[in-house]
Each structure stands twice: as C-alpha cells, then as structure tokens.
C-alpha cells in the first residue's frame, strides 16, 4: 500500500462520460512559512544537505558488471555516507543508462542503487545527463540518437578559429526532446511503482548546461563582457533559448509525471552574473518547469560560494545553493554555516573523488578502503584539508537540528569564526534579544566554527565544531543546566545536559568532536 502522500484517482462526470484521473504522488515541493522558503518533503521541512557519489565513473573505473561486482564496490560508498552522518546522496544518470537500445528500458542497475539507499535510509537526487551535460551530449545520450545525424541531426558552429564545423546538437529539435522527454516520463513512471518509500527528493534537469563543453576551447565570459559575448560562448553556441525551452520541459515532464519531486538547475558561476552582464539564472529560476536554481563554486576560499550564494537568494520563491562545492579543504564548514546563514546550503563533491583533485574528495585518495583524513594535510594547492572527523561532528549537528535550522527566522541565527577560521577566537554576535560571544580554542591547525540560534519555538541553541568552547550570554544570566540533545520534528529530545556558570556555559572537546547540540529554555534566562 502507497503511502498516505499519494493523491488517488477522482472521477469527473459529464454529459454521460467518466473520467478518471491519473493517480501520482507528490513527494517534495517548495514551501514557505513566514521569511522561510525551504523544500518540504513528505508534509515536514526538509534539509537540503547533501554529499555527491559518482556510480556512473565508479561503474566505469572498475568495470562493474554484475550485482556481486556492484555490491562488493559500488554499495561501499553508500555505506560510508550514511557512516558520516549524510541523508541525502547526489547522483548523476545518464540517458543511455536507462534506454540502451529505442523504446528498450532497463532500470536494474538503479534498481540496485535504491536497495542500498533503503538499506542505509538514504534520500537521493538525481542529477540527470542527457543530451546537454555541461555543454557536451558527450556519450551521456543513446547509442541511436549519438549515431543517427538525420534526425537528431547535429548543428554548424562558428569556433573561435573561424572554422565553421558541426559538432553540437540542435536544440530546437522536436525530436530530440521528444525521445529525452519520453525517457523521464519513464524514469518517474518507474519510480512511482518502484520508490514507495520516497527515496527520491529532487530531480536536476540539466547538469550545467550554461557551459561550452564541447571541446571548441571557447574563452570564458569576462567580468566586462557583452551579453552578446556571453551567449556566444556558453549555451553550446548560443542556444541559449533552444535549452532553456529544452529545460523547462524536461521540468514539467517530472512535475506532471506520476512521481513528482521539486526540480532544480545548476549553473557554472561564471563571473558574467556578477555584475549583471547575464541574468539567465533568475529567467530560468522563472521557468514553471523549474523549482530552483543553484551556482556551482569550486572556490576553496571562503568568498565566492557566498557571493554566488546571494546572487540566487534574490530570486523569488527559490532555495539558495550551491549544488556542488569542495568537500576536501578546511574551509567547506565556515562556507556551510555561511549558506545556513542566508537560508541555504551546500552540496559537497564528493565522498572519495573519482578525479585527481583532492580538494574534493572527503576521504582520501586511494584505491583501498576509505581512509579519512585528519585535517593535518596540505592538499595540492596548499589549502589545508578537511577532517573527516569533523564532517561526523557537523553532520550529527545538521541532523540534531533538523527542521528548525529551515523554519527558524534568518535574524535569529548567528555564526562564528567562518571568516579566518583561526584555531583561538573571540566574537560576539546578536542572537535573537540577547547578544553571544563565541570563545574558542581549538588543538587543531584550523579553527572551530560556531552556530547559535534561537529556535522557532523560543529556545535558544548552540554548537561548536571541534574545540574547548565557551558560550557567553551577556547581561543574562542562566537558571538550571543547559540541556544537551536534539530537535524530532519540532520536538526536543534530551539526551544528556551540561552545567552552565552564572552566564554561559563550556563545550568541552569530546562532546564538540561528536557534534552535540546544546539548547537553553527562554524561561532559564533571567
């Protein structure tokens, strides 16, 4: 029996006919509740946090062929994520992986894939490749389209050595979105026998589609460029138009489908939407077709994430994210608070990089087993790494927290310590009435970073990362012990409490390694 989310046929009557309508179920959707707009799943707030694996490279790399082989390699890393303290995983398909041959569709291997999120109670999107993936069709699309040029014929492209050759799609194609249409309506025909339990949160149409991949070697958009320049050198040749109506109806296809899911766009964060030379994120975030849209920043910095960040917040009706971001250096938790900050967040890339970046990669690279790393290591371009330790402590915090970092208002949340991340800090910040100062010192080469907040139910919360802390209220003072647990629904559940002097209160190191969260009534303040 499908769960009570599902919304059942209804008969229409008229002049002697009956009509039944097609049953579907809507698992995610956009919401709003006060200044908050958050995806909500299932009826409840729902957090965003995710950690991209690669099955398709992996698939590729080890030449896995039969359940044993994707069981002995490929579920691993679904093990390992749910080990870090993950909820949602990030997964690209591809077209060719579901229609091998035309109108022959075969869904075993993500068949597999889903028996392992239910086994380790994982959420996934899907992030699906087709005939646009970063620009490029690539071999992301059918073996009957990539070799039939008359009807998904191929279009001529002036490169930027003024050789005019056919190398790209056509996008204005009927056919092409026909056949990449029915695929989807498919896939989301299959997940509404096969997903009962609403595994699949999101769906990514496009994976970067803004992006000239296609091998032209075509310069990136300036700072100074001309919108003309811009859609000359993204959009595969300028078909700027053509994908974004290509998008919007890959889009509806997944919102009218019998499986339905919010649906999201990423963009490469090209330095043409800083200064407003392109506004084609905020037109495609305007698509009925499209839920939401994000900037992918690989910056290991702690700036442009939140620059891009805000560029997308601005947009009506839309989560701000950054859909894929470096998991590796030191600075993706300062950036994490950041997003949370501004009512958004990070998707990180990835649990152990499929490429040779170790910026990326939450674990180390190697070809053994998982091996974590202990935020002591340079990465290769000298940025310190990440703990991946710390990744467990922040995660039980994101989870411990649940739905009120989604409903809590934005004035009401303060972080610390994302701007140098230095390993000893003072700061204070205003956190709803009162004001906090976060001091911090840390044994580690990188600093702790801090979150206070006053929940949507009046309470006030806490967290450090992974040092020696000291909370400080100022001109309050505290009644009782400081309650140490976490958020069910709107819930608190305690599991523990730590004493509090006359006005703050210590995070020792073993309870901020492990992620605690601490919370403090509004009728303990006096």
């Known amino acids: 029996m499908r769960q009570t989310a599902e919304i059942f046929g209804e008969e229409i009557m008229g002049d002697n006919t009956t009509e039944k309508k097609e049953k579907f179920v809507e698992v995610s959707r956009v919401a709003k509740r006060g200044d908050r707009i ?28 039969t359940n044993e082989d994707y069981d002995a390699v490929l579920k691993p890393y679904y093990r390992e994520a749910a080990k870090l303290g993950f909820k949602t995983v990030n997964c ?70 003024g050789v005019e050759r056919s190398v790209v799609l056509d996008y204005s194609n009927p056919k092409l979105l026909e056949r990449e249409k029915k695929a989807i309506e498919k896939l989301m025909e299959h997940l509404y026998e096969f997903d009962i339990n609403h595994r699949t949160v999101a769906f990514q149409v496009m994976n970067e589609a803004n992006a000239n991949g296609a091998g032209l070697r075509c310069p990136v ?18 078909q700027e138009k053509e994908i974004m109506h290509m ?98 967040s990070l998707f990180v890339y990835e649990l152990r990089s499929s490429a040779n970046d170790d910026s990326l990669s939450i674990m ?25 330790y710390d990744w467990i402590s922040f995660n039980a915090m994101v989870n411990a927290i649940g739905e009120m970092l989604l409903i809590t208002p934005l004035e009401d949340i303060a972080v ?17 009435d009162i004001e906090v100062t976060f001091r911090s010192a840390s044994k580690n080469m990188y600093g702790s970073v801090g979150l206070s907040m006053r929940a949507a139910d009046g309470s006030y919360l806490f967290y450090s990362l992974n040092s020696d802390t000291a909370y400080i209220l100022k001109n309050v003072s505290i009644r009782g012990n400081v309650s140490v647990g976490r958020y069910e629904g709107e819930e608190w559940v305690e599991t ?13 190191h073993d309870r901020a390694s492990k992620g605690k969260l601490f919370r403090i009534r509004p009728d303990q303040l006096c």
């Open 496 to 508: 523990g409490v730590q004493a509090a002097f006359k006005n703050g209160f210590y995070i020792f």
């Open 247 to 344: 998008m919007n109806e890959l889009g509806l296809a997944v919102k009218n489908g019998p499986y339905r899911c919010i649906t999201r766009v990423n963009f490469i964060s090209y330095h043409c939407y800083n200064n407003g030379v392109s506004d084609a994120p905020k037109r495609v975030a305007a698509l009925p077709g499209i839920d939401i849209v994000g900037m992918d920043c690989f910056d290991t910095g702690k700036t442009m994430d939140k620059y891009f960040m805000t560029k997308v917040a601005d947009y009506p009706t839309n989560v701000p994210h950054i859909p894929e971001a470096p998991a590796g250096c030191y600075s993706i938790f300062a950036k994490m608070l950041e997003a949370f900050k501004i009512g958004g």
């Open 364 to 388: 180390r690279l190697t070809d053994g087993d998982f091996v974590y790393r202990d935020g002591t290591q340079p990465l290769k371009n000298s940025v310190l790494e990440a703990s991946t």
């Open 38 to 65: 958050f995806v909500e799943k299932d009826g409840r707030p729902y957090t965003m946090h995710a950690l991209h694996i690669r099955p398709d490279l992996i698939y590729q790399r080890y030449k896995l062929k």
């Open 416 to 432: 610390f310590n994302t701007v140098s991340q230095v390993p000893r800090i003072e700061e204070t910040r205003r956190v709803g």
């Open 221 to 238: 958009p300036r700072q100074d460029s001309t919108s003309e320049e811009v859609d000359r050198v993204t959009w595969v040749g300028g």
């Open 92 to 161: 690209q398909i591809h077209w060719r992986e579901i229609e091998k041959e035309k109108d022959c569709y075969d869904f075993s291997f993500w068949d597999r894939i889903y028996s392992y999120l239910e086994e380790y109670d994982l959420n996934i999107q899907l992030l699906w490749c087709g005939s646009d993936n970063c620009g490029w069709y690539s071999d992301n699309i059918p073996a009957y389209v990539r070799e039939n040029t008359t009807d998904y014929y191929l279009k001529p492209y002036l490169c930027p050595d």
